[in-house]
């Protein structure tokens, strides 16, 4: 069995608080029953995940997943292709969002070079998994080899796999790859038959025509390289890209490790979608951070049925959205392990409801 | 002059970053434009608040007002009236969920006694500014007196001013009182002219009967006591309370010292909307964190100009919401001051917009 097939058997479906038993430890909590509301949807998700009811989320782990796509020639970006390889020596110097995000709630990132174009020296927290340098332009033919796609969804799973060994309580996705809202766009169009023009938005911040050429690059992907929308591996090779098959790759591996996954935006919402079309118990395991701009996030949540925490009008990735999810994750579980109980407080229980 | 005249004197108005100086210094950073959304909103609200472009968010300190209602024997609240003071000793014993999403984002409580029944033996979180044993039942006639209300809002002035000479970043608004979401419905009825029908709620979560006899509560209050629409001091002695006039003390104190403060929920936006109506000039120092599930809240917000942060259905009070907002003001004066820029960070900027 090859890693990628082990891994997907490893996954075991699960269901949310099947019993109501953690909704009942909850509800002797000195509160108003379901008045932390959100809060406590997050605490059940998390010990229905882990099966623990006494978990301090220690180990947080932001897996920063970077690729090239030479669709970026095609003019789909507001930045030059350079920059993410730019992006990911800022990652390793700790200058970006996504570092000072994460420290904030006390994660860690990893950044993952899945196939960017440069070379990067070797760097504590760098992980060098290059299936290529750059996914082709799929405006003129596939993105990537179908093994190549395996490859690219196995380098997610190593990373995981690697990196659990240092204590992983909860995962946090994140991406860098100038063009990638392009691929991403793709995936969700071709896997639902969706018209490119309701899930393709403006990116890093493109004009009007760019955002018509977009669109038409997009179709012409489709339409030169018909993805079979009943095999997401056949959608990653033909429109995808190395860091979107990383990411679905970690929500794979995670998934079988009972690891809640915290999903960032747009294109970490397209991995996910890959992974979750691969195995559909992946979907239990998955904690949707924010709602991006990026104009077809809502229509990926919509299909997951994830409704997202918060909606902060971001739209940068990295894995910010996720590394403030994590925060109000972490904030869930002290809730659930360290609020007194009616009885411990003395606190008299309603009365009149 | 009292203590109250010179605070609200001392209240400069500002402007939020009139000359788009703030802005301009945030488009250096090596992000697109505006992709972190209302994360650069927040920062560029508080660098305007604090003249300070490279303050370290150290001091947060939450303040969580507490009060008693005679209200509460018209079977308003789901909960029985002893609640509010073994809340009280629940925060000090740190047992609250306030407690554990303050130490979360390293936030401290301070618990303010405003006019609880029972009397707490006093403590390091604990500050004692009883203006009364419980306001009086508002439907039978006015909460205070006016000179009573004066001094619950100099309570939360006092509390302060007390405290910030142990330094404060950034204020949290915080409230505990068993039925103070009827005079705050009260509060917005008569300052806005609203049928009580519009902004009354579940509370901690009262049943249909329950609530149609708080709304008739409502509109005896204001048929009796009569409150004077354009004297935010006569709606607060008629039917407010004194923990609702400590944070309009609050509020009045942290703006006149330029002091950025996050607002809870609902008895929270009521004391604070008191404090923009006694000087308007308030508005602008003050962050809202959450949009609460309570029916009137969203009025209150609306006619604040106020777009709350998040929304995770909470309901709760005490400062919670404000905890989680806290978390992020501090997230985005970070990103303010350790973001690199493109230059420092070698990134290449658009070429494509």
Redesign the interface.
């Known amino acids: 069995m090859t890693l990628f097939e082990e891994t997907v058997k490893n996954i075991k479906p699960i269901e949310i608080d099947p019993d109501g038993k953690i909704r009942d430890y909850m509800n002797k909590?000195?509160?108003?029953?379901?008045?932390?509301?959100?809060?406590e949807e997050l605490a059940i998700s998390y010990v229905s995940i882990t099966g623990d009811f006494n978990k301090a989320i220690k180990n947080k782990v932001i897996f920063t997943m970077a690729g090239d796509h030479d669709v970026a020639e095609e003019?789909v970006?507001?930045?030059?292709q350079?920059?993410t390889g730019?992006?990911v020596?800022?990652f390793l110097?700790k200058?970006?969002?996504v570092n000072?995000?994460a420290?904030?709630v006390g994660a860690r990132v990893i950044v993952v070079d899945c196939g960017i174009k440069p070379d990067i020296n070797s760097s504590p927290g760098l992980k060098i998994k290059k299936v290529g340098r750059g996914a082709k332009n799929i405006a003129k033919g596939p993105a990537m080899s179908r093994e190549d796609a395996i490859k690219s969804i196995e380098a997610g799973i190593e990373s995981f796999n690697e990196e659990v060994t240092n204590g992983i309580d909860i995962v946090g996705t994140g991406d860098m790859g100038i063009a990638n809202t392009t691929p991403s766009s793709a995936i969700i169009a071709a896997l639902d038959g969706l018209d490119p023009e309701v899930v393709t938005g403006r990116g890093?911040?493109?004009?009007d025509k760019?955002l018509q050429n977009k669109i038409n690059v997009i179709k012409k992907a489709l339409e030169i390289n018909k993805p079979n929308p009943s095999d997401p591996i056949d959608v990653l090779a033909k429109v995808g890209g190395f860091e979107i098959g990383a990411i679905a790759g970690l929500c794979l591996a995670a998934a079988g490790n009972r690891t809640p996954i915290v999903v960032d935006g747009f294109i970490s919402t397209a991995g996910a979608y890959i992974a979750r079309k691969i195995k559909p118990e992946v979907g239990a395991y998955i904690i949707s951070s924010h709602k991006s701009?990026e104009k077809g996030h809502s229509v990926f949540l919509e299909k997951m049925g994830k409704k997202p925490?918060?909606?902060?009008?971001?739209?940068?990735g990295e894995g910010?959205g996720a590394a403030?999810a994590i925060?109000?994750v972490?904030?869930s579980m002290?809730?659930f392990t360290?609020?007194?109980s009616f009885a411990?407080?003395?606190?008299?229980?309603?009365?009149?409801?």
């Open positions: 909590f000195a509160i108003p029953a379901g008045s932390l509301g959100r809060l003019g970006s507001a930045f030059p350079s920059v730019e992006m020596k800022n110097n200058g970006a969002a000072i995000l420290d904030h890093t911040g493109i004009n760019a701009v925490l918060f909606d902060l009008n971001m739209r940068l910010t403030i925060g109000l972490e904030a002290k809730l360290q609020m007194a411990k407080a003395g606190v008299s229980e309603a009365d009149n409801v």
